[in-house]
């Protein structure tokens, strides 16, 4: 039977979709930055790269990683935001899927993009989520990972804030320490740690890592 925090975040960006669309522009800077940090390292080990997008969105991110001449990859729980990062990011294929369901093959990734993806996920599904990702890197392949900075570990379903749609999702909130020891002891090496804060005045972690 299917979780039923993965049902209620269907619903929610279902029903959110097109003002993730709307919120390009308003998030071009710092998404355009994010791509850029995890690009170079990318093309510091790799000649070509395959990369995979965690819940990519309305696909901006998609869009400018296919730019950079990468093969792009996303898989997005929303069918509804599915349709939209298939526009945004014409040459990207997006997959509609659930990401500890859906069966990859023996396809290896150089670069892994999870951008708030991991706060979706209760504790042992995020570590089951890292487990995957681990598996699907190649040997020298780049993980990178955000989300969103708290003084207090936590999760509960509840209402975007900065959306017009009163729907709820489920939410985790890390801790810094709670997120790298996550990290570290699924098997990963932090190679880069930054903090950025959003225009809504959220302050984000940002990691660079690999196996």
Do not use: C
Request: a positive charge; glycine letters at 6%; aromatic letters at 12%.
């Amino acid at each position: 039977m299917e979780p039923e925090y993965i049902r209620a975040n269907r619903v929610a960006y279902n029903a959110t979709a097109e003002e993730f669309r709307e919120k390009i522009g308003v998030r071009k800077a710092e998404t355009t930055r994010l791509v850029e940090r995890f690009g170079s390292y990318i093309d510091r080990r790799f000649s070509t790269a395959n990369i995979l997008e965690l819940g990519p969105g309305a696909g901006y991110a998609s869009y400018l990683l296919s730019e950079k001449g990468y093969q792009v990859k996303s898989i997005e729980l929303s069918p509804n935001m599915a349709a939209i990062a298939r526009e945004t990011s014409t040459q990207s294929e997006v997959i509609i899927g659930e990401f500890l369901k859906h069966d990859f093959t023996d396809v290896k990734f150089t670069g892994i993009l999870a951008i708030a993806f991991i706060h979706l996920f209760p504790y042992q599904d995020a570590r089951s989520v890292l487990n995957k990702v681990l598996l699907l890197l190649e040997t020298n392949g780049i993980f990178y990972v955000s989300t969103t900075k708290h003084r207090k570990p936590g999760e509960r379903y509840d209402k975007k804030d900065n959306f017009r749609e009163a729907v709820k999702r489920y939410r985790r909130r890390y801790t810094k320490k709670e997120l790298e020891d996550l990290l570290l002891t699924t098997g990963f090496k932090i190679i880069e740690y930054s903090e950025e804060q959003d225009i809504e005045g959220r302050i984000w972690m940002n990691y660079i890592t690999g196996k």
